[in-house]
């Protein structure tokens, strides 16, 4: 029997332990002390030559490639220059489509300020009245002449509804008055667009001489002042 003071484990956990190193004593490996710890040897440090001619002898040759020969006969600098300054990436070439523009037609803006107040005011010449010469068939009246005719066909025409006026405008062009040329362009435009008017012509008269000139059309021709005078007055 063991007696109490001689016996050194407490518990049930200090017998389990004692248990396992019994059974792993084996493995269990004393640190080694500072004494007992040396160098490790440089197994690298090994001369150069003799490395090669070891690793030369073991390993079978390779003849060089044609690149590594071309390689072989470059020479290296071995002082190169420093640059003074940082490099800079190399700036890229403008492409010639940077250096080159195509021109583009830009329209100018409407000569004549505040076309649609202008159209506005030009309505109450847009109604229409009786034409001078009667040559539209009036179907009405047509078939009552018939019926009372007995069926004898009478036929009656009347006169078609036409546009109220025409417009001519007269265009001085002498030097003084060139200025205005864009503006009168586009009272013609304007005119033609709003369909009021059975027709829009241009004339053009020259002060300069003592006696004032007509002309009509892009060709200019020279007309007569009386031409100028509509036969139904609607111009």
Known sequence: ?????????????EV??????AAHVDR????????????????HHCD??????????DYPKIPPSGREKAEQKIPIAANLKQPDHAPTSPQKP???????????????PFPLPKPREISKALLPLSKRVSG????ELDIDATVEQTAEANGLP???????????????????????????????????????????????????????EPTPQLFSGV????????????????R
């Open 28 to 43: 269990i490996v004393a640190p080694p002390s500072s004494q007992d710890i040396k160098p490790p040897e440089d197994v």
């Open 132 to 135: 001078l010469l009667a040559n």
């Open 1 to 13: 029997m063991v007696s109490e003071k001689n016996q050194w484990w407490q518990d049930d956990r």
């Open 154 to 208: 009478m036929v009656a025409f009347r006169s078609p509804l036409e546009r109220w006026f025409e417009v001519h405008l007269l265009i001085d062009c002498s030097p003084s008055m060139a200025f205005w040329g864009d503006l009168a362009e586009g009272v013609a435009t304007l005119f033609r667009w709003q369909g009021f008017f059975r027709d829009v012509r241009i004339w053009h008269f020259d002060t300069t």
């Open 48 to 57: 150069p030559e003799s490395s090669t001619e070891n690793l030369s002898d």
């Open 94 to 108: 403008e492409s010639s489509s940077n250096n080159y523009s195509s021109p583009i037609r830009v329209p100018d």
């Open 16 to 21: 389990a332990e004692l248990i396992w190193c």
């Open 219 to 234: 060709d200019r021709m020279e007309r007569n002042v009386r031409s100028l005078i509509a036969p139904g007055g609607h």
